[in-house]
């Protein structure tokens, strides 16, 4: 078993930065593939990054591509998602997911272990 937890979410204005953190406890975390996902309002929940074991191989959402950056500190069994320029239509709540078996996945199903989310407002 995973337990994960999100924090560092809050109100930025267009053009700002938050870092993500997502905290896990339980079984040993480096062996895990780590995701973001979001969800805005009255929309699906929908990938936004992950990578898999040593964080050496990541992979993000074309949305986010070039202004999200995912870390992880395998000591501290924490995953991060650094966002810079963001923009309103980032507004979602964020969250961290971990998927037990090897091979980035972005479908919301191939993943086994999931926070209670994190909230992002992007105001214009």
């Known amino acids: 078993q995973v337990q994960l937890v999100e924090s560092g979410g809050g109100l930025v204005q267009t053009g700002g930065s938050l870092r993500l953190s997502c905290a896990a406890s339980?079984?040993?975390?480096?062996?895990?593939?780590m995701g973001w996902f979001r969800q805005a309002p009255g929309k699906e929940r929908e990938f936004v990054a992950a990578?898999?074991?040593?964080?050496?191989?990541?992979y993000y959402a074309d949305s986010v591509r070039g202004r999200f950056a995912m870390s992880r500190d395998n000591a501290a069994n924490t995953v991060y998602l650094q966002m810079n320029s963001l923009k309103p239509e980032d507004t979602a709540v964020y969250y961290c997911?971990?998927?037990?078996?090897?091979?980035?996945?972005?479908?919301?199903?191939?993943?086994?272990?999931w926070g209670p989310g994190t909230q992002v407002t992007v105001s214009s």
């Open positions: 339980g079984r040993t975390f480096s062996s895990y593939v």
């Open positions: 997911a971990a998927r037990s078996s090897y091979g980035i996945r972005t479908m919301i199903r191939d993943y086994d272990y």
């Open positions: 990578f898999r074991g040593s964080g050496s191989v990541t």
